[in-house]
């Protein structure tokens, strides 16, 4: 069965550009999770969405990322303008949430540099 | 204080050794429990749910105290692939936010 597939794996951009981060749950998994890992942070939660309406996005650092889930099979999260200071690995996980103890499936994350 | 915090190590052990690492949170409403593996540059993978009785898998043994806050994760028999950073992962009611701690890294040795 295919996984939390994330895209793209690498991305190396300079400062003010547009950075879309892409991300496709695993099919029937009705909760999708955004994370950012730095080694000063480290895993902190972003934004999570059911059933592809936004839930909690207190984690977003501020008005320059927003992200979207148009529908059960895709999600972006975006940065605009980017900063080195985003520079992470952004993960990606989905869960099925029929039980509060169903666990989270991360994708293989985005390593993020921004020059 | 954060939320959930871990002893960030790390924890140099031989071959064949027992360690243990505890977590502690600080939400007394938290519901679920979890311990995932992350190996270097890899994404975070479950090693097991935390149950309230406790519970074994292998040579994994997760213990929940939850009048104390805190759970823990026993490796017995350690082995060198056991080498990883050891996140402990708490789940809050009303929804399903989830705090990830900071990592315990073990580093186990021939």
């Known amino acids: 069965d295919a996984g939390v597939i994330q895209s793209p794996r690498h991305e190396v951009t300079e400062m003010g550009q547009e950075v879309t981060l892409r991300c496709k749950p695993i099919?029937?998994?009705?909760?999708l999770f955004w994370y950012r890992q730095t080694m000063m942070r480290g895993l902190e939660l972003l934004i999570y969405?059911?059933?592809?309406?936004?839930?909690?996005d207190s984690g977003m650092p501020e008005d320059r990322f927003s992200a979207k889930m148009p529908n059960a099979s895709f999600s972006t999260l975006k940065i605009q303008p980017s900063e080195p200071r985003d520079s992470a690995v952004y993960f990606c996980a989905s869960s099925l949430g029929v039980a509060v103890n169903q666990p989270q499936h991360f994708g293989d994350g985005t390593r993020l540099s921004i020059l | 204080r954060k939320e959930v915090e871990q002893d960030p190590g790390p924890f140099n052990v031989p071959e064949g050794a027992t360690v243990a690492f505890n977590c502690t949170y600080s939400?007394?409403?938290?519901?679920?429990f979890f311990w995932y593996r992350q190996d270097c540059r890899k994404e975070p993978k479950l090693l097991m749910s935390?149950?309230?009785s406790g519970n074994e898998d292998g040579r994994f043994t997760a213990q929940l105290n939850r009048a104390s806050q805190y759970i823990s994760l026993l490796i017995r028999d350690s082995k060198l692939s056991d080498s990883a950073t050891y996140l402990c992962?708490?789940?809050?009611?009303?929804?399903?936010?989830?705090?990830f701690g900071a990592g315990t890294r073990l580093f186990v040795k021939a």
């Open positions: 969405f059911n059933n592809n309406v936004p839930i909690d």
């Open positions: 992962v708490v789940r809050n009611t009303g929804g399903f936010k989830t705090i």
């Open positions: 935390v149950y309230s």
């Open positions: 099919s029937g998994h009705d909760y």
């Open positions: 939400n007394s409403a938290s519901q679920s």
